[in-house]
């Protein structure tokens, strides 16, 4: 059964990151079952594609950032990862992410801010669902690029219309421009299909 609206009116309508954690709160125990199986959310599916197709081996260690309650993991251990760990601010969700057993570590963390997390670390970073309306700005970039090793991978998706709206894409290319990353490729994805509502899903080499 899909959440009442006030729910997910919550979800859309936060004005700032409290009352956003405030209402994925609400929403952790049904987000799966609401985004995939009412909505079409298919991004998930998509980024796992996308960043398997750029990774040359399956033992590279990935973060998962604004992991959800693990959607995006658990695509990925069915295609053979198994160095993976989880990174959102919402407590509830990271304790869903956690049910699905297919991370390290889960860190409690705002991707807004400066991540406690040591440069180079990771092979990979995934980001799905979380480049949109409301969430995570176009800034937080600079620090997924920080904390991947050199030769790693980063693989996003920005909703539609935040991706003309939210300045992104300026972003992207200021740091394509700093020779921070280069973009490996940029394509239109489903991302909740039973909506007719797609995504740009990108991937970028760091440098
Ligand atoms: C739409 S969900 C996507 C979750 C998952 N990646 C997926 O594909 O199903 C967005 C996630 O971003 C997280 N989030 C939003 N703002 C955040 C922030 N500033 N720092 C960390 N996580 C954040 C939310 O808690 C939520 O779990």
């Known amino acids: 059964m899909v959440s009442d609206n006030k729910t997910l009116d919550k979800v859309y309508t936060a004005e700032n990151h409290d009352e956003l954690m405030d209402a994925y709160k609400d929403w952790a125990s049904n987000y799966d079952a609401d985004?995939?199986?009412?909505?079409?959310?298919?991004?998930?599916?998509?980024?796992?594609?996308?960043?398997?197709?750029?990774?040359?081996?399956?033992?590279v260690y990935i973060l998962d950032a604004g992991c959800g309650t693990g959607l995006v993991g658990e695509e990925l251990a069915k295609r053979g990862y198994t160095r993976m760990d989880a990174l959102d601010?919402?407590?509830?969700?990271?304790?869903?992410?956690?049910?699905?057993?297919?991370?390290?570590?889960h860190i409690q963390a705002d991707l807004s801010k400066k991540l406690l997390v040591e440069d180079n670390r990771y092979d990979a970073v995934v980001c799905t669902g979380t480049f949109t309306y409301g969430h995570v700005k176009a800034h937080a970039f600079d620090e997924l690029v920080r904390i991947t090793k050199p030769g790693g991978v980063i693989c996003f998706t920005i909703?539609?219309?935040?991706?003309?709206?939210?300045?992104?894409?300026?972003?992207?290319?200021e740091l394509e421009q700093k020779n921070c990353w280069e973009l490996l490729g940029m394509e239109n994805a489903e991302y909740l299909k039973n909506e007719g509502v797609s995504c740009k899903m990108c991937t970028y080499r760091v440098n």
């Open 159 to 173: 909703r539609e219309g935040a991706y003309e709206d939210y300045g992104y894409r300026q972003r992207m290319i």
């Open 35 to 59: 985004t995939v199986d009412h909505f079409g959310y298919v991004a998930h599916i998509e980024s796992a594609e996308a960043l398997n197709r750029a990774l040359d081996s399956k033992d």
């Open 89 to 105: 601010y919402s407590k509830e969700m990271l304790v869903e992410a956690e049910g699905k057993k297919v991370y390290k570590r």
